[in-house]
């Protein structure tokens, strides 16, 4: 069997250089039907391919409908006769920007929602990269999911090839089936997140890559599915507590916004931006924490670095420090560093000149 649809991006035979389209089918099914007759002495003539071929005609689905589901928010349509996929737009109310999904079948649900969203849709049919029906009409739900909170207090510890993790049960636990432990690796680019069910208050999951950036979250089951996922502290495999972030910089954006730098530290997951007030202010108080920052992988470059905005009255009023953590594990902070002088807006410095008369000036 032989064809000409296979790599080619100009091929006639194919929407996209390798899916067939109507010709590509025609030329599969004439493939077949030589295979038959020569191989098989099924039929005396091979399928002839006609000279014009019908086009495809895809229209827009109908019966689309959007409704409340145990797991979250449930939108079905009918299926489309010769449609390839589904493009559906989702957002929620009052948003102006769309996500979109390719869907091959005639359901989607939306999950991971909050009780009280209202989201809304809209569907049209797919037949490869150049055939595609109208939009519909915009349907919307609103979502009363069934399912249950994530746990509180999760605890994550990195080990040699994964990470162990705990949470606190929560005070109603008859209504719970498992708990799904999430994870995903930030180094692998689209790679999707695992899930491992555990019941109880913890485990621990094996089988990752050392030195790889794992983020990890933790989801409640019950009988109607998963619930919203709690965050965690992400972990880097294979490695322990960071040692604190060294070489801290901080360089002067506007006179609210700083932008700081650090030497990178191989065994952090991610950093903690820390500020307090300056000594000299009459109120000085504890540092409290600003941001989170992620590391972004295995191509993170040596200096690490976080643009901190908002800082009133002025960055001059405080002064910041940054710790890093692998799990809970998590080191003391740097040094503090504070924004040095600068001549910025309407700032003004006054200066005192002496005249030293017996030199003329």
């Given at each position: 069997?032989?064809?000409?649809?296979?790599?080619?991006?100009?091929?006639?035979?194919?929407?996209?250089?390798?899916?067939?389209?109507?010709?590509?089918?025609?030329?599969?099914?004439?493939?077949?039907?030589?295979?038959?007759?020569?191989?098989?002495n099924i039929g005396r003539h091979e399928l002839?391919?006609?000279?014009?071929?019908?086009?495809?005609?895809?229209?827009?689905?109908?019966?689309?409908?959007?409704?409340?589901?145990?797991?979250?928010?449930?939108?079905?349509?009918?299926?489309?006769?010769?449609?390839?996929?589904?493009?559906?737009?989702?957002?929620?109310?009052?948003?102006?920007?769309?996500?979109?999904?390719?869907?091959?079948?005639?359901?989607?649900?939306?999950?991971?929602?909050?009780?009280?969203?209202?989201?809304?849709?809209?569907?049209r049919s797919r037949a490869g990269d150049t055939?595609?029906?109208?939009?519909?009409?915009?349907?919307?739900?609103?979502?009363?999911?069934?399912?249950?909170?994530?746990?509180?207090?999760?605890?994550?510890?990195?080990?040699?090839?994964?990470?162990?993790?705990?949470?606190?049960?929560?005070?109603?636990?008859?209504?719970?089936?498992?708990?799904?432990?999430?994870?995903?690796?930030?180094?692998?680019?689209?790679?999707?997140?695992?899930?491992?069910?555990?019941?109880?208050?913890?485990?621990?999951?094996?089988?990752?890559?050392?030195?790889?950036?794992?983020?990890?979250?933790?989801?409640?089951?019950?009988?109607?599915?998963?619930?919203?996922?709690?965050?965690?502290?992400?972990?880097?495999?294979?490695?322990?507590?960071?040692?604190?972030?060294?070489?801290?910089?901080?360089?002067?954006?506007?006179?609210?916004?700083?932008?700081?730098?650090?030497?990178?530290?191989?065994?952090?997951?991610?950093?903690?931006?820390?500020?307090?007030?300056?000594?000299?202010?009459?109120?000085?108080?504890?540092?409290?924490?600003?941001?989170?920052?992620?590391?972004?992988?295995?191509?993170?470059?040596?200096?690490?670095?976080?643009?901190?905005?908002?800082?009133?009255?002025?960055?001059?009023?405080?002064?910041?420090?940054?710790?890093?953590?692998?799990?809970?594990?998590?080191?003391?902070?740097?040094?503090?560093?504070?924004?040095?002088?600068?001549?910025?807006?309407?700032?003004?410095?006054?200066?005192?000149?002496?005249?030293?008369?017996?030199?003329?000036?």
């Amino acid at each position: 069997m032989r064809l000409h649809i296979g790599g080619q991006h100009h091929s006639e035979a194919a929407y996209d250089g390798l899916h067939p389209n109507a010709l590509g089918d025609y030329q599969l099914a004439q493939a077949f039907s030589r295979t038959l007759v020569a191989d098989f002495n099924i039929g005396r003539h091979e399928l002839c391919i006609p000279a014009t071929i019908p086009p495809r005609i895809v229209s827009t689905p109908t019966n689309f409908k959007a409704g409340s589901a145990p797991s979250g928010v449930a939108v079905t349509w009918d299926a489309v006769y010769g449609a390839f996929w589904y493009d559906l737009r989702v957002r929620l109310a009052g948003s102006h920007d769309w996500t979109t999904c390719y869907v091959p079948s005639n359901r989607y649900d939306t999950t991971f929602c909050v009780k009280g969203q209202r989201w809304e849709y809209q569907l049209r049919s797919r037949a490869g990269d150049t055939i595609k029906s109208a939009w519909s009409s915009l349907v919307s739900a609103v979502a009363h999911p069934e399912t249950l909170p994530a746990p509180n207090h999760i605890i994550t510890h990195a080990t040699s090839d994964g990470f162990l993790i705990s949470w606190d049960y929560p005070s109603d636990p008859l209504r719970i089936d498992r708990f799904g432990v999430l994870s995903r690796d930030r180094d692998i680019p689209g790679v999707f997140p695992s899930i491992v069910g555990i019941k109880g208050t913890g485990g621990r999951v094996a089988g990752l890559v050392s030195g790889h950036h794992y983020d990890v979250a933790v989801q409640t089951w019950n009988m109607a599915g998963g619930g919203l996922p709690g965050g965690a502290r992400a972990v880097t495999v294979g490695k322990g507590t960071p040692l604190p972030p060294m070489r801290l910089q901080i360089s002067i954006v506007d006179r609210t916004s700083a932008e700081l730098r650090w030497r990178g530290e191989p065994a952090a997951a991610g950093y903690r931006i820390w500020a307090r007030r300056t000594a000299t202010l009459a109120h000085p108080f504890e540092k409290r924490e600003l941001r989170d920052v992620p590391v972004a992988g295995m191509v993170k470059p040596l200096v690490d670095k976080a643009l901190l905005t908002g800082l009133y009255p002025s960055v001059w009023d405080f002064e910041f420090a940054v710790s890093a953590y692998n799990g809970n594990d998590e080191s003391d902070v740097s040094q503090w560093v504070i924004a040095p002088p600068s001549l910025v807006e309407d700032d003004s410095i006054e200066i005192d000149l002496d005249y030293a008369p017996d030199t003329g000036l």
